[in-house]
């Protein structure tokens, strides 16, 4: 909860940027990401055209840094420098980064959405994602993303079919 509120006070920084008419750039996180998984996840998306943008988002597994395996102990057994595990214990699930594209058929930063890209996870490896989802607007550069998101995963030699229920975010437009 810590780091959510972290979030949302980072996110209020960017209030004095909101003086354009048409939003170009939204800012935002994931709450479900960081209330169940423990990973605070940072959005960023540009709108290149009336109905388009692309962002990035970047995620840390806070849970994992603070219960994670002593990495000394790790470079010792190994024999050499310190490396982050990747046999799926410990820190192996530390970071998860994307790229998507978005499509909006009204308004960019407003209404409905359809959304599609691929995510890195370090124990999972690359999976191709898509969304589909609503901006809700209750301020001017203020929004409220719903939505549901699939994902099929490509690790280890075999493909994984994976959905997350249901997602909230919290954006700030401007």
């Known amino acids: 909860m810590k780091t959510l509120i972290a979030e949302m006070t980072l996110l209020v920084c960017v209030f004095p940027l909101a003086g354009r008419e ?15 998984e423990s990973r605070p996840e940072l959005y960023f998306q540009y709108a290149f055209s009336e109905n388009w943008s692309a962002g990035a988002f970047c995620g840390i597994n806070i849970g ?19 490396q982050i595990p990747s046999n799926g214990s410990g820190a192996s699930n530390l970071i998860k980064f994307g790229l998507f594209a978005t499509y909006w058929p009204k308004e960019v930063f407003n209404g409905p959405f359809l959304c599609c890209g691929a995510t890195y996870v370090q124990s999972n490896g690359v999976a191709c994602a898509a969304e589909v989802g609503w901006y809700i607007r209750f301020a001017r ?6 939505s549901l998101k699939g994902e099929i995963k490509y690790a280890e030699k075999q493909e994984k079919i994976g959905y997350e229920i249901f997602r909230i975010g919290f954006h700030f437009c401007f």
């Open 22 to 36: 048409r939003m170009k750039m939204a800012i935002g996180t994931d709450a479900t990401s960081a209330i169940f």
């Open 64 to 82: 994992k840094i603070s219960t994670g395996p002593n990495l000394d102990e790790i470079a010792q057994s190994q024999g050499h420098g310190i």
């Open 141 to 146: 550069i203020a929004a409220i993303s719903l």
